[in-house]
C-alpha cells in the first residue's frame, strides 16, 4: 500500500460520496453523468481532493476519491453541488422540466471513510499500545 505525504504528514485518505438528485427524479444519463464527472474534476483540484472512481444511477451518482489532512470536505462538497447543478440546469433545460424550483441536488448527502484496516483491528492496536507482551 502506497501511502501519501506532504511537507508534514503521510497519509491516505479514501471517501465515498454519494448525491442524489432532489426529489429522487431520475434525470441522469450517460452525458450528464459524464458532465457532472467533469465539474468535479474541475473543481476538486482546488481542495486538494482526486477522483479515483464513479458511476451513476438515474437518480443519484456514486463517488471514491483521496483526500488530504488539508482537504475541506464539507466546503468542497458545497461547492461541487452549488456548481454542478447552476452548469447542468444551464447546459441541458430538459432538467428543470423535471426538477421545479432552483434544486438540482438533495440538500443531503451521504459521506463514508473508506479503505484500510477494519476498525476492529484498529481499536486492537490502538488497545494493545504500551502492553508489555
Not at 501519501?4 to 442524489?20: E, G, I, K, R
Not at 486538494?48 to 444511477?57: G, K
Not at 428543470?96 to 471513510?113: A, D, G, I, P, V
Amino acid at each position: 500500500m502506497k501511502l501519501d505525504n506532504n511537507n508534514h504528514s503521510v497519509f491516505l485518505m479514501y471517501y465515498h460520496l454519494v448525491l442524489v438528485i432532489k426529489y429522487r427524479r431520475k434525470v441522469i444519463d450517460e452525458i450528464i453523468s459524464n458532465r457532472l464527472k467533469e465539474i468535479f474534476e474541475y473543481i476538486s483540484p482546488n481542495y486538494n481532493i482526486a477522483l479515483q472512481e464513479w458511476n451513476h444511477d438515474k437518480d443519484h451518482v456514486h463517488i471514491l476519491f483521496k483526500g488530504e489532512p488539508n482537504s475541506e470536505l464539507s466546503k468542497f462538497i458545497n461547492a461541487y453541488k452549488s456548481a454542478s447543478s447552476r452548469l447542468v440546469k444551464k447546459e441541458y433545460p430538459q432538467i428543470r422540466k423535471q426538477l421545479w424550483k432552483e434544486y438540482f441536488w438533495s440538500r443531503s448527502f451521504c459521506l463514508l471513510s473508506t479503505g484500510g484496516a477494519p476498525i476492529d483491528v484498529i481499536k486492537r492496536y490502538i488497545e494493545s499500545q504500551g502492553e508489555k507482551i
